[in-house]
């Protein structure tokens, strides 16, 4: 992509159709999507995303070679963890690294490292045109939360009716949860999975600082309650 593209990246987004007085009468998508601004977002819910996939997000600028050695040294080990910044998964889910490999990553055993070449170029890239803020609202509004829900505004709606602003804690970890994996932990087809995950997310919000271990024991305490809403398009 070039630097337009970079600077202001296409979505594709839900259509709203509406009447003359702005009742919204349906929707229709290829990606069930809308975005949604910086202020639409909870504090929460920042600090669980960041606290789980990049924790030292404010510390650098795309590419965090520390998260990334130690993820080399697990695997190495037996074990699996990411080390993939916020960037660069932005990156990798804006322009499809994986699935459009090109030449060289058509080669065995080429592919992933590829990938990951190409992903930290654009991370790097997308890291300098924008700032903290936008990168994390750049994040949340294009990655999948499973279910063909597109983006935090979708995400929401599809699991608690209520819009991102309202999301209290337990229900921002409950998303952030499904980044893991968005089939194996789906709070609708795998609740006792996404449950421990949940708890997961807490602690390591616990661990960075962003609530108190009262407040982890507390919400880990509290029932995974969902309110699932259609996800199909308007008639």
Not at 87 to 102: C, E, F
Not at 111 to 123: D, V
Not at 169 to 196: G, W
Request: charged share 20%; net charge positive.
């Amino acid at each position: 992509p070039g630097i337009s593209e970079l600077r202001v990246p296409e979505l594709a987004t839900a259509t709203e159709i509406r009447s003359a007085d702005d009742s919204l009468l349906g929707r229709i998508w290829l990606e069930d999507r809308t975005p949604v601004q910086r202020a639409e977002i909870p504090q929460v819910l920042v600090d669980a995303l960041i606290s789980t996939e990049d924790v030292r997000f404010y510390e650098h600028s795309g590419i965090d070679f520390r998260a990334a050695a130690a993820a080399v040294v697990q695997t190495v080990s037996g074990s699996r963890r990411g080390g993939s910044t916020l960037a660069q998964q932005l990156a990798k889910n804006l322009y499809r690294t994986r699935s459009t490999p090109g030449l060289l990553g058509r080669i065995p055993f080429l592919r992933q490292p590829i990938a990951k070449l190409r992903e930290w170029i654009l991370a790097s890239k997308l890291e300098f045109l924008h700032d903290k803020d936008e990168i994390l609202v750049l994040y949340l509004n294009t990655v999948s939360f499973g279910n063909n829900t597109y983006g935090i505004h979708s995400a929401a709606w599809r699991y608690f009716g209520k819009s991102p602003h309202q999301l209290l804690p337990e229900e921002a970890a409950v998303l952030v949860a499904t980044l893991k994996a968005t089939a194996l932990y789906n709070p609708i087809t795998h609740p006792d999975r996404s449950l421990s995950r949940r708890n997961t997310v807490l602690a390591r919000m616990a661990t960075a600082g962003k609530i108190s271990i009262g407040a982890r024991d507390s919400l880990c305490r509290l029932p995974l309650v969902l309110h699932p809403q259609s996800t199909d398009p308007s008639d």
